[in-house]
């Protein structure tokens, strides 16, 4: 007897697109199931919009500032074709400087540490948000009325001499008002001042070197400005003094790249400085507002920000040289700056 086999068909399978298909499929039910629906954005993204920049990085925000000192936030994107680019901010922990965020600048009253985050929403992919924290100290100002010997980091105060000694290296903020005290910076020193609302009115002291904030010999200083601020100097001296063999930066306190020619003035304070005419010509000259004292050569003084108004005492510049001085090496690069010489001396350049 004779057996017919009936042999099942053969399939050669699932095509490449169907294959395709299904694996799309299981990875739309895997999202479903393990990560829900935001996933399946996330998987259309990857396959539909091959064009799309994720956010690899946020760098550009300071690590530190000083109570009472606005700082705009200029965060760098990282890439720079990342697709989206807008950053929100938040305070996520304010501590106890009272921080704020407000239109982009950070602000914080007091002393302490505060931590700020950054957010653009769909900066990964189509509903996954890229944020990233940042740590600002807040540092406490110096106050220039202080009326017994202190010292803190980068600075001291002599009781007796009146005198508030900035150190190399130091970065700090001075605020308040005085009629006795006065600033100095260390002679070889490198350091950066924030005048943040500071009055120094030494027109009423006597003697021939009353200085109201003095540049040590061969020392360079980055001072910034935040809010309003005055420089009035006694004697012969002047009000900012930077005489020949130092260098000085004015800038806005809170800029972008703050003491250089490329900085963004997003705070603008500003600086009064006086020199001081020791009773006029018979009585021994005068001092620039900011440069020199009787005598001086101005130094090396370049203003890139702020508003800055500088009176020479009698004879002197008013940027420059004190009495009988030469002018220096002064260039206005940004800011805005009005400048009067006493009787015969330059608005910006020598003293007569």
Request: hydrophobic content about 40%.
């Amino acid at each position: 007897m004779n057996r017919t086999t009936n042999t099942p068909p053969t399939h050669s399978g699932l095509t490449s697109r169907g294959r395709f298909y299904l694996v799309v499929l299981f990875l739309v039910i895997a999202a479903v199931f393990v990560g829900g629906c935001d996933d399946i954005y996330t998987l259309r993204d990857y396959l539909y919009d091959r064009s799309f920049v994720p956010i690899a990085d946020i760098t550009g925000i300071p690590g530190k500032t000083d109570a009472g000192v606005p700082i705009p936030l200029a965060p760098v994107i990282v890439p720079d074709n990342a697709t989206k680019k807008t950053v929100s901010w938040s305070v996520s922990d304010p501590g106890t400087t009272g921080a704020a965020i407000t239109g982009g600048v950070f602000t914080a009253a007091a002393e302490g540490t505060a931590k700020i985050t950054a957010r653009v929403a769909d900066g990964l992919w189509r509903g996954k948000d890229f944020s990233k924290s940042f740590t600002i100290t807040v540092r406490a100002p110096i106050d220039v009325a202080m009326i017994a010997t202190a010292s803190g980091d980068g600075w001291s105060y002599d009781s007796g001499t009146k005198v508030i000694t900035i150190a190399d290296g130091a970065d700090v903020v001075l605020t308040g008002s005085t009629t006795v005290n006065r600033v100095a910076i260390a002679s070889g020193a490198t350091a950066t001042v924030t005048l943040q609302d500071v009055t120094i009115d030494l027109s009423g002291t006597t003697g021939a070197d009353v200085c109201a904030f003095d540049i040590g010999d061969e020392a360079n200083v980055t001072a910034l400005l935040s809010g309003t601020n005055a420089l009035t100097s006694g004697g012969n001296s002047a009000g900012l003094h930077i005489p020949a063999g130092r260098t000085l930066v004015i800038d806005s306190a809170g800029s972008a790249g703050a003491g250089t020619a490329s900085s963004s003035h997003a705070v603008s304070g500003t600086l009064t400085a006086t020199g001081g005419s020791a009773g006029g010509w018979s009585d021994g000259g005068a001092g620039a507002g900011i440069g020199g004292s009787t005598g001086e050569e101005g130094g090396s003084i370049t203003i890139t920000g702020g508003t800055v108004t500088a009176q020479g005492g009698y004879t002197a510049a008013g940027i420059g040289g004190g009495d009988a001085g030469n002018g220096g090496t002064i260039s206005i690069l940004g800011g805005t700056v009005n400048a009067a010489g006493g009787q015969g001396g330059a608005g910006i350049g020598g003293g007569y």
